[in-house]
């Protein structure tokens, strides 16, 4: 049981400059538009189911994904890429809900990059034990533009290391609501979640959703 009575309470919205090109916005979501992007969330996968991809490597990935906007991020044995249609389904990926892109529009004006327009939102989702390893985003075509996260369900350790995949990373505590603005001298930096750990949240039953909101071309 991890109920307590601060887990019930609303948290309090604050911006932090991590460092230059991060902002961390906790609790920029309120829990009517958590719930409105959950239900966003499982329209999308009605449309694009998760499915845990492989690498170039073969290894299949412990995130469950799914993608919605004009473009999606896949990886399969022939690499990353991004791709205007599902490889699951051949169809178009499904349209970006306006919950989401308001959000994505509003965050990123919030942390300095107005006019922010994103063709991609990645779905991941970790359950317990799922990790993504230290990597790169480095598939999009012009590294001006930012990335937002939208942390949303079970707490994570997010792992924000440097220029190179070496070095110990900072680690961050992630919570549901928390959103970060990637851009400018952090924009290629490595990064990574760390394991996550077993719990119940009353947004998402056993597991953490990640949004990652992209231009990617
Ligand atoms: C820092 N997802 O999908 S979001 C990913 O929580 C990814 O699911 C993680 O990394 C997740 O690629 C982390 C935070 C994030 C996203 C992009 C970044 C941090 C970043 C790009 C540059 C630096
Ligand atoms: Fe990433």
Known sequence: MTQDLFATLPRTPSAIAIEEGVSLLQAFIDEAEAGALMQAIHGVLQQAPLRHMQTPGGY???????????????TDRSGYRYQGSDPVSGQAWPAMPEVFRALAVRAAAAAGFAGFMPDACLINRYEAGARMALHQDKDEQDMRQPIVSVSLGLPATFLFGGMQRAGRPLRMRLESGDVVVWGGPARLRFHGVDTLADGEHPLSGRCRFNLTFRRAR
């Open 60 to 74: 299949r990935m412990s995130v469950a994904m799914s993608n919605c906007g004009e473009l999606g991020w896949v």
